[in-house]
């Protein structure tokens, strides 16, 4: 996983990671279906559709322990989400111009 990828994940509600399981697992199982149907369509003797479905099914098995087994992490709440379930406002949001440039680590004179 990339780290945008990675640091946008790292962002969803306990919630939303739950959503995208449910959506995950229900790619899975159509897809299922689809190496199913066409190992029955072009058979040769040999059942390989047993491999994709197996691969794909070890990571749908760790997702599914990360968020509901015992791999899960108890303190798994978002930082922006309130004990009501509504997000707080993002504090970076709020940052003006001035404050984001003195943050930065170099100088306009230093680019090319």
């Not at 990675?6 to 962002?11: L, S, T, V």
């Not at 969803?12 to 299922?32: G, Q």
């Not at 190496?35 to 691969?55: C, H, Q």
């Not at 968020?67 to 504090?91: C, M, N």
């Amino acid at each position: 996983m990339s780290r945008r990828k990675r640091r946008k994940y790292n962002q969803k509600t306990l919630s939303e990671k739950k959503l995208d399981f449910r959506r995950h697992l229900r790619t899975y199982l159509v897809m299922c279906g689809f190496f199913v149907l066409l190992n029955l369509i072009t058979y040769v003797g040999v059942f390989w559709a047993v491999w994709p479905i197996l691969g794909w099914g070890i990571g749908l098995v760790m997702q599914a322990l990360s968020l509901y087994g015992p791999l899960a992490d108890p303190e798994d709440v978002h930082p922006r989400e309130h004990e009501s379930g509504t997000p707080l406002p993002d504090l970076e949001d709020r940052m003006d111009l001035r404050e984001l440039e003195s943050r930065r680590p170099y100088r306009d004179e230093d680019l090319v």
